[in-house]
Each structure stands twice: as C-alpha cells, then as structure tokens.
C-alpha cells in the first residue's frame, strides 16, 4: 500500500510538473517605454542617483569637441535620434521645443529623424550658452565646488541639462542652490562627468542659429 500510494504521489507531481510548462505567463508591461501615434518610440530615462556615476566611455575621441557631443549623446538618449521622453524633450541631445525655436528650427519631426539638423542645433545652443555664461566661465574656472573641479565644459554640459541661469545661481551660491531635472540628475553630475573638454573652437554667440541648408 505504501509503495503504490509513493508511486500515485510521484505520478500526480510528475504530471503537475509537466503541465506546469503550458501555462500562460502573463508579460510584464514595462513602464516608460511606448511608441506614440505618430511611430515615435517615447522612453522614460532611469533616475540619475542610479547612474550618474557610472562612466560612459567614448573610444578614440579623448576630450575633443567630438568626444564632447558623442558623450552628451549617450548620456541623454543612447544616442537615437527619434526618442522623446515624457517631458516632451526630442532627439540625442534632448531639446525642449522652446530651445530648438530660439535657434531656428520649428519641424520638430523632421528634426527627429535629421542627425544632421540635431548635430547643429547642438553646436548652436552651445554658442548660445557661452555667450550667456563667458563671465561665470571666467570667473569660476579651476576653483572647487563640491569637490568638483569648474571647467568650461562641465558648466556648457550643465546649462544643457538645466538651463544657464540655473548654473549661474549654482555657481553663485557655491553649490547650494542646486537643480536637478525630472529624472533626478544634478547639476554637479554634469560638471564633473563633462570636465575639461576642448571646445574652444565653439565661439559664444547670442544670436546663433541652425542652418538648415
């Protein structure tokens, strides 16, 4: 009896086992990610507190200005094009619309599928920005806020990601006014992870645009 009442538990355990194999698992929808009405893939970008540290390599470019733009590319979109996030803001560089009409471009979908019109408008709102920071750029460079080191880069990489008035009041509050965007990255992230790029051959420009041609 023993034996037999072993053999129908083994056998009802088997069976549980194999037909445990042909349920339907239901997927896990994973937040952040859709493509809008008009094909366009929207993403959400993960907290910065998760990964502002993590380095982002760009091979054989050192600090140039190509090194420069291919990491703020990765950093914002991993470098896609036609990404915009939930907060509206489009392509590799992630612009709000606002900023591209200041520099000359309204065809936001043209914009989102032209990496040569994103390229561009990302030289432009640099222009734009040493302009509008040439006196923060000379004051604070080479001093320490918040154990980091104010290079030229960092600050033009931090008003891309903020704003330039909000690195003046960064710069001007020595770093206790700080900002950080909706997916939590800080200001202070992006001084220290874009520290001593050349860009130089960038000249400030307060009326720089895109030429579209």
């Not at 937040?31 to 380095?55: A, C, K, S, T």
């Not at 734009?128 to 600050?155: A, D």
């Amino acid at each position: 009896m023993i034996k037999k009442g072993s053999y129908i538990l083994g056998l009802t355990l088997l069976v549980l086992v194999v037909s445990s194999g042909f349920i339907t698992v239901e997927l896990e929808k994973i937040e952040g990610f859709h493509i809008d009405d008009n094909e366009v893939m929207v993403y959400h970008v993960p907290n910065q507190f998760e990964n502002e540290d993590v380095g982002i390599r760009v091979p054989l470019v050192g600090k140039t200005f190509f090194g420069f733009a291919q990491k703020m590319a990765y950093k914002e979109s991993r470098g896609m094009l036609h990404l915009v996030n939930p907060y509206g803001y489009m392509g590799k560089y992630q612009f709000g619309k606002s900023a591209l009409r200041t520099i000359g471009i309204y065809d936001f979908q043209e914009f989102l599928h032209n990496g040569n019109w994103q390229d561009k408008a990302f030289k432009a709102l640099i222009a734009r920005h040493k302009w509008i920071l040439k006196k923060e750029i000379e004051k604070y460079s080479g001093r320490i806020i918040n154990g980091v080191e104010i290079t030229e880069s960092g600050l033009l990489a931090a008003a891309h990601l903020g704003g330039a008035g909000s690195v003046k009041k960064y710069l001007r509050s020595n770093g206790r006014r700080g900002f950080r965007d909706g997916f939590g990255t800080s200001i202070s992230s992006y001084i220290r992870s874009f520290s001593g790029y050349d860009i130089s051959h960038i000249k400030a420009d307060p009326e720089a645009k895109v030429n579209l041609e």
